[in-house]
């Protein structure tokens, strides 16, 4: 299982169809930076499994972020990974450190 | 190879075809004969009463007389509860005055006569006073009902009414033994007596019983044969089923009811009706009794309506009866 | 915004808001129930000071519809930023997969016609995005997935309400109804307040009565958790958790209501509950959920007609409906047609044939001597052997 960074990861060069391909399932690429982050989250099932395959991965999946402090985790830090409902978007969550801590969202308007 | 003639159901060959020969209705004949001597005279009529007692044959009785042979040509025959809703009544009346030719000798109308007219709502029957008046140059209305307390009052106030009562016991045995001499089979006094009792002063199921018991036993009909036939072919069943559920055995009751839809194919409305049409025939109770559990009847036609599943009102409407049934205290 | 998970869909839903997403002039939000669409646009509308119009089924159809998403008094005022009013308005259709849902081919081309004409935006929810006849709706409309929530953001959640509600819960008790929320935040929330808010505390025992909404709570475990209810709120918990068939349950609690009412007066009280469920019930049809409430509150009295009555007794399961499947509509059109015949020929309703004329036929058919009735009345061999065939059950 390989966990990327959704806001910023890289991949190995791939041909101009791969990368078209990437583009549309919906990655965004800087250019600057050499790095890809997910724009849009609509074909996300076809977009990990098209990038496992670039990586030669079982499976690909990103982090979660989460909502209080802003770190990102993965899922097998969480204890109720068996009982999740969706294992992968969204990708905001609430890590383990600020559940225990019983930390919650700022109250915005 | 039996005839036609002969194998036809006894309840329309031995239908009267002439008022007089009517059973027992002599009161009511002489009206009518009266406003059949002048037809211009004649109003709208509402023939009210149990089933059974001879209304639809009167109607009929009546459209023969005024029209002699041809009657049909001059008759509409409809029933309230088959017609979809009043707009085709309307419809069916539009096109009757529209084809079928209005004067015939002295009558100067066409007869519409209308069944079950009890079973048409409020404002079905706002509609059907407006189609009599529309009509009323070229047609006569029969209304036939079992509860004339159903008919609106602005239809009522337009009609002679008639109250059909139930039929004299005797007159009853009379009528079967008739039938059952023509027909060539013996029917013995005790058998006579136990038909009649099961009918409950419904002459159309009293003939009916008659008829299918005589398929028994070739031109015998006796106690025995009687009670095979009450067994087995029971319209009686929705009786039963009341009485089973006033006597508290309320599952057994449920069982029945479960066998009409499963057997007949019964609508938990149909079913509703019937036990609406059986309650007014049951001697065993008293006015009031009936009027409670016509009530109780009356809430759950409604939510049949409402509801999903007709068997839970259904079993809730026997419930019902059930709970009244123990108050009262009594078996029937 | 104060809305909690689904992050991605919220801003992507903004993003359409501000016509940063394209030409789209309507968007369509999916997702199971419970997730925050609604609370989504409610709260998207707050912030930026639009109006929300919303508009259900029967509205859409109406005349006035188009007007109110067309007409002049809807344009949008763009220069007057210092305005205190409103600068726009959105359309709102909420459950639009229950107007598809209902054979109602009327319904969407309706909605696609206000979506047409329409000067402002427009957004549809919808639980089930599959329904084939939401293709057209799809094909004009931007898209936004909403996913269920995952626990530890129920919890926060759930720790948040308490917070501002002064709740004191166990963090486990808050675990726990996570845990059965299955990822809808509004039951979650809905089950916080009617387990904690009368006493404002709240602990694990509190919530021994929440079974897992899951797909494997039977008819047997849901019938046995009902009839011993000992109050109103668990039998309607329970009801409002299984996912037995709701029509298959009503038959198996009217089966099995004589057995735990013996008493007559109990029965019929219980069964007029029952009665009163399945009006309800009727009534929802396939869009009126939010009378679902009063459905669980129905069927939950009957259940707690009596507490004090209840012994244990070995339930009756609802045998297979043989006679409903047996009546089907070709049946029902022979029965019909034969009835016809017979009503015709002797001046009698086809309800009066069948209850009158029909069970005394057939015992001549039984002894062989109807044949010529048969003939007289015109029955075609089909309708004759339909007559010999029909049984007793």
């Known amino acids: 299982m390989v966990v990327l960074n959704k806001k910023a990861f890289k991949l190995p060069r791939v041909e101009k169809d791969k990368f078209i391909l990437l583009l549309r399932l919906g990655l965004d690429y800087d250019r600057v930076q050499g790095t890809f982050c997910v724009k849009s989250y609509n074909n996300i099932e076809k977009l990990t499994d098209t990038i496992a395959t670039i990586l030669n991965a079982d499976e690909v999946t990103f982090a979660q972020t989460c909502a209080i402090c802003d770190r990102n985790f993965p899922c097998s830090e969480c204890k109720y990974l068996d009982l999740c409902a969706t294992k992968n978007l969204p990708f905001q969550c609430v890590c383990p450190q600020c559940l225990k801590d019983g930390k919650t969202f700022k109250e915005t308007g | ?332 | 915004m104060d809305v909690i998970g689904n992050e991605e869909a919220k801003t992507a839903f903004v993003d359409w808001l501000n016509n940063k997403r394209g030409t789209k002039k309507a968007v369509l939000l999916y997702g199971p129930p419970g997730v925050g669409k609604t609370t989504l646009v409610n709260a998207a509308a707050g912030e930026f000071g639009l109006k929300v119009i919303e508009m259900n089924a029967s509205d859409a159809r109406s005349e006035k519809a188009i007007n109110r998403v067309a007409g002049p008094a809807t344009a949008f005022v763009a220069l007057d930023t210092f305005s205190t009013e409103s600068k726009g308005s959105i359309l709102f259709m909420d459950e639009v997969d229950g107007i598809a849902g209902n054979e109602d081919r009327g319904g969407v081309s309706a909605i696609l016609k206000i979506i047409e004409n329409s000067r402002i935006p427009v957004i549809m929810a919808a639980n089930d995005p599959d329904l084939d006849k939401l293709r057209p709706l799809k094909k004009v409309s931007a898209l936004i997935r909403f996913h269920l929530v995952r626990i530890p953001l129920i919890i926060s959640l759930l720790q948040k309400v308490c917070q501002r509600e002064h709740i004191a819960a166990e963090f486990e008790a808050l675990e726990r109804i996570a845990e059965n929320s299955s990822g809808d935040v509004r039951s979650a929330i809905n089950d916080l307040q009617s387990l904690g808010e009368t006493t404002k505390t709240l602990t694990l025992q509190d919530t021994v009565m929440l079974k897992a909404r899951n797909r494997d709570i039977s008819m047997d475990e849901t019938l046995r958790g009902y009839f011993s209810a000992k109050s109103l709120l668990e039998a309607s918990m329970l009801l409002s958790r299984s996912n037995v068939d709701y029509d298959d349950f009503l038959m198996a609690v009217g089966d099995n209501l004589p057995l735990r009412y013996p008493d007559p007066a109990d029965l019929a009280k219980a069964y007029d509950f029952v009665s009163r469920a399945d009006m309800y019930k009727g009534r929802i049809g396939t869009e009126n959920w939010h009378l679902l409430r009063y459905f669980y509150n129905s069927l939950a009295e009957a259940a707690a007609t009596s507490p004090e009555s209840y012994k244990p007794f070995t339930l009756i399961s609802p045998p297979i409906r043989v006679i409903t499947l047996f009546w089907t509509k070709g049946k029902r059109t022979m029965l019909d047609g034969i009835c016809a015949k017979i009503g015709h020929l002797c001046h009698v309703s086809h309800a009066s044939a069948k209850m009158d004329f029909i069970p005394f036929i057939k015992v001549m058919m039984a002894r062989n001597k109807a044949d010529g009735v048969m003939s007289w009345f015109g029955l075609q061999p089909a309708e004759v052997e339909f007559l010999a065939n029909m049984t007793r059950f």
């Open chain 2, 1 to 332: 190879m039996a005839t036609n003639e002969e194998s036809v159901m006894w309840v329309e060959k031995y239908r009267p075809k002439k008022l007089d020969e009517v059973v027992d209705l002599k009161d009511i004949v002489t009206s009518l004969k009266a406003f059949m001597r002048n037809p211009k005279t004649m109003p709208h009529l509402l023939l009210a009463g149990i089933p059974g007692t001879g209304k639809t044959t009167v109607a009929l009785c009546i459209a023969r007389e005024l029209f002699g042979q041809n009657w049909k040509t001059f008759t509409l025959e409809l029933n309230a509860s088959d017609e979809r809703g009043i707009d085709t009544v309307r419809e069916r009346v539009k096109d009757f005055s529209r084809y079928s030719r209005a004067a015939f000798g002295n009558v100067p109308f066409a007869l519409i006569i209308l069944d079950e007219s009890d079973q048409m709502t409020g404002p079905a029957q706002t509609a059907l006073r407006r189609i009599m008046e529309t009509s009323s140059r070229t047609s006569r209305f029969i209304l036939i009902c079992n509860q004339s307390g159903k008919i609106i009052e602005p239809i009522q106030s337009r009609c002679a009414i008639f109250r059909f009562s139930k039929l004299d016991r005797q007159a009853m045995i009379e009528q079967l033994c008739c039938i059952a001499k023509n027909e060539k089979v013996s029917l013995d006094n005790e058998a006579a007596e136990r038909i009649v009792d099961y009918a409950e002063g419904d002459l159309r199921h009293a003939i009916n019983a008659l008829q299918t018991a005589s398929a028994y036993r070739e031109g015998v009909v006796d106690e025995k044969t009687v009670s095979q036939v009450i067994g087995e072919a029971s319209p009686i069943q929705v009786q039963l089923m009341i009485r089973k559920a006033l006597n508290g055995e309320f599952v057994e009751a449920r069982k029945m009811m479960y066998d009409l839809i499963g057997s007949y194919g019964f609508s938990g409305s149909e079913i509703v009706r019937q036990m609406q049409r059986e309650l007014f025939k049951m001697s065993t109770l008293s006015p009031e009794q009936k009027a409670d559990l016509a009530d109780v009847i009356g809430e759950y036609d409604y939510r049949l309506t409402q509801g999903a599943n007709s068997d839970i009102q259904l079993s809730a409407l026997l419930a019902q009866f059930a709970k009244v049934g123990k108050a009262k205290g009594e078996t029937c």
